[in-house]
Nanobody, 126 residues
């Protein structure tokens, strides 16, 4: 089965930045759409960003647009999430997930993702 491993989380002050990484155990990263999700205690899991496999098209949740940037490095089978201007509300466990299908229309955030990583904790101090 496909494996995903997140890293890069940590404790930061408001206004700081983090760059999360998601290493995907796939020979061809372009075969997968990768999404970043987050879940804070007591809240529903929410999609924050995604990048499609073949075209590399990106989508962002309105709440993070302008602060988060998703990218990928195919040779290293890694997807990144650059997070700038961190806010306390960004505190959550961040997960990456993979979908082997093709995005026909709409946002890749609306896809179902069968494969998930274990998450990396992002904590923004108050």
């Amino acid at each position: 089965q496909l494996q995903l491993v997140e890293s890069g989380g940590g404790l930061v002050q408001p206004g700081g930045s983090l760059k999360l990484s998601c290493v995907v155990s796939a020979l061809n990263l372009e075969s997968y759409t990768i999404g970043w999700f987050r879940q804070a205690p007591g809240k529903e899991r929410e999609g924050v960003s995604c990048i499609t496999g073949s075209r590399g098209s990106t989508n962002y949740a309105d709440s993070v647009k302008g602060r988060f940037t998703i990218s990928r490095e195919n040779a290293r089978s890694t997807v990144y999430l650059q997070i700038d201007s961190l806010k306390s509300e960004d505190t959550a466990i961040y997960y990456c997930a993979a979908n082997p299908g093709i995005v026909v229309g709409g946002s890749c955030l609306d896809l179902s993702y069968p494969a998930w990583g274990q998450g990396t904790q992002v904590t923004v101090s108050s």
